[in-house]
């Protein structure tokens, strides 16, 4: 499989050409921002992702990590490769300039974020968990913690983890039992287990800080009796400096069907001494912050995946010579065609390529909103970012990470039975992908948050505000077909959602899985018109063609999937609960 290259001329059209970046950072007072300096950072942020992890992805996942003696070793290069990255300040994008971060809007960002999770999924997901647990203490960390850990969270000389899941309690945290004991000095003793938490130790750094949900002697049952801590690896010393390791420890390496090389561990907490985060009770709020960023950002995981894999199987698509193709013979000098000649490699390479631009250009309107919802002065357009955001989360986690198992899955095909072989590199995506649908929330849950808070509360804020931003879009599309198209396909979409609101609470959870995907097809068939219709005036023939003729091949061929998932929606959910649980246990 060819080497990951990042996808710059599809980038800097959706940046500049289809967002006009500069007009929106002006509007935010980010005019220091600008098209040179956006294009640089992609520039230095893809010679980074393509040379210098994307080289380490195979070899990571063949040598996994080790536990020996307590420590944990990431395969060779990891280490290496992730002090380049904090020494060149990439750790260090969304930081506050107050702990010297960068503070580059949030679309300047997440396209290196892509690129890093398209090129070493693995090695990505540690920085990952940082900028989400960056975003944590700095929202709700004492002033102490925030001058204690910041700066060095930001930099990247230390990492964070999300300590959550416990071996008895999944997604349901009511039922965690990590406890938090109150000491003298104002610190907590930490004891518990917690699962699956990636990036629990490594040999990339000398600290890691672990943000764990526990409940205090005094917490009532549920989710509201818990609190969130912040766990140091290693003390850290009045001076700054470091000082004696603290009572926890790593219990095994869980043993995993993907993401090989990203340690993934079993934390044991012995009366570790843990700083409250927040306030006492109201910790799940805070987790919050970190746990949505790190949602979306598991979004980009499926994008990043599905733009290594197509880029795999069109490499090889091209080059694999099998057959003559039906139309005539394209390889008069051959034996035979490139199998890219044959209807059915091209539908999948088509539908590779329609799903995964798409997607990106959700994630990059995302960012925009993100960068609004920071930046603006204007509390109204603050307001209104945050309701987007919180309503596209779910739909930008879940449906994205689908879309990287269909299009990984997809590249397999193309690959043949070579995809199915280790060396290419292909089935290793598929692997990595799986994970993707499961953590932070699985997208069953990802699909339920939808229907049962963001599409049914605040009065249809959420709703409203997400229809507004697309109604923009529609609006700014010139070409008057696609405007009607944009904005029927839109239109359907709103008024189907107000008339799921009023479904009750059983038939929502069935529709849920639904929903999240007729929302997704129908939201991303405005995004493809929109963007085809900016390519149409552009200079570069090839965005111009490649854009118009891959949307054509979305609204033909993907978006009447809608139809099916539109199908179930308004279906009661008799069906799903009203089967007996014995009629499941059955002998043929």
Partial sequence: MPQYQAPLTDMQFLLHDWLKLDQHYDKLGLGDFDQELVNEILSQGAKFAEQVIAP?????????????????????????????????????????????????????????????????????LISMLTESAVLAVNKHGSQTLKETYLRQLISGEWTGTMCLTEPHAGTDLSLLSTKAEPQDDGSYAITGSKIFISGGDQDWTDNVLHLVLARLPDARPGVRGISLFLVPKVMVNADGSLGETNTLSVGSLEKKMGIKACPTCVMNFDQAKGFIVGEPH???????????????????????????????????????????????????????????AQPDV????????????????????????????????????????????????????????????????????????????????????VRDSRITMLYEGTNGIQAADLVGRKLSRDNGDMLNATVAVFESLV??????????????????????????????????????????????????????????????????????????????FYIKRLLPRKDGFQFNLLENANDLVDVADSLFDYQA
């Fill in 56 to 124: 380490l992805n195979r070899e990571g996942d063949e040598q996994s990590c080790k536990l020996a003696n307590g420590k944990v070793t990431t395969p060779d290069g990891f280490s290496e490769a992730y002090q380049e990255y904090i020494a060149n300040g990439w750790n260090a994008m969304l930081g506050s300039a107050d702990y010297d971060g960068q503070e580059l809007p949030y679309s300047m960002a997440v396209p290196v974020h892509e690129m890093l999770n398209a090129a070493n999924i693995s090695w990505r």
């Fill in 475 to 552: 609006g700014d599309i010139e070409d008057a077909t696609s405007k009607e198209q944009a904005g029927q396909i839109l239109k359907e979409w709103h008024e189907l959602s107000l008339q799921l609101k009023q479904q009750s609470s059983i038939d929502l959870a069935g529709a849920a899985y639904d929903y999240m995907h007729y929302s997704a097809y129908s939201l991303i068939g405005v995004l493809w018109l929109s963007m085809a219709d900016s390519a149409n005036r552009v200079d570069n023939e090839l965005v111009k063609a490649g854009k118009a003729s891959t949307c054509a």
């Fill in 282 to 340: 109201k910790g799940l709020a805070c987790m919050f912050t970190m746990m949505n960023d790190a949602r979306f950002q598991v979004g980009l995981q499926g994008l990043g995946i599905s733009e290594a894999a197509f880029q795999g199987a069109l490499a090889y698509a091209r080059e694999r010579l099998q057959s003559r193709a039906p139309q005539g013979v394209q390889n008069p000098d051959g034996k035979a065609d490139p199998i890219m």
């Fill in 346 to 429: 091209r539908k999948m390479l088509l539908t590779q390529k329609a799903l995964t631009e798409g997607c990106r250009a959700l994630s990059l309107l995302y960012a925009t909103q993100m960068d609004i919802e920071k930046s603006s002065d204007d509390e109204n357009a603050k307001h209104s970012a945050a309701a987007v955001l919180a309503f596209l989360t779910p739909i930008a986690k879940g449906f994205m990470t689908d879309v990287g198992l269909e299009v990984s899955n997809l590249g397999v095909q193309v690959f043949g039975g070579h995809g199915f072989i280790r060396e290419w590199g292909m089935e290793q995506l």
